[in-house]
């Protein structure tokens, strides 16, 4: 087990929601810039959403559109994504992140991330 483990994923059907976690098992991340990626067969990790260490900034990708919530419980050592309204094309694996203690940097690109989970899988089916 890593120091991030996301739980939640699963095969759900095109428009509902899942929401997933990712929980800090070894770290106490709450200064630390927080991001989920994904990436589906055959393709590179996307940037999807990050979060700045306390919270107060979130950041995502344009073709998330309202659809993806990124939020984060520091108390709780937990990182969540809600997807609502959901298309097969997110069809991926999801993993969380974590880079950057104590700054005001919050990268949209996975290079700078230290810490990675080792992913939960979303399948949405038509």
């Known amino acids: 087990q890593g120091p991030l483990e996301e739980s939640g994923g699963g095969s759900v059907q095109t428009g509902t929601s899942l929401r997933l976690s990712c929980v800090a098992s070894?770290?106490?991340?709450?200064?630390?810039?927080m991001a989920w990626f994904r990436q589906a067969p055959g393709k590179e990790r996307d940037f999807v959403s990050a979060?700045?260490?306390?919270?107060?900034?979130?950041y995502s990708a344009d073709w998330v559109k309202g659809r993806f919530t990124i939020s984060r419980d520091n108390a709780k050592n937990t990182l969540y994504l809600q997807m609502n309204n959901l298309h097969p094309e997110d069809t991926a694996v999801y993993y969380c992140?974590?880079?950057?203690?104590?700054?005001?940097?919050?990268?949209?690109?996975?290079?700078?991330?230290?810490?990675w989970g080792q992913g939960t899988r979303v399948t949405v089916s038509s």
């Open positions: 979060i700045a260490g306390h919270g107060n900034s979130t």
């Open positions: 992140a974590a880079c950057c203690p104590d700054t005001m940097v919050v990268p949209t690109t996975w290079a700078p991330y230290e810490y």
């Open positions: 070894d770290h106490t991340l709450g200064t630390w810039a």
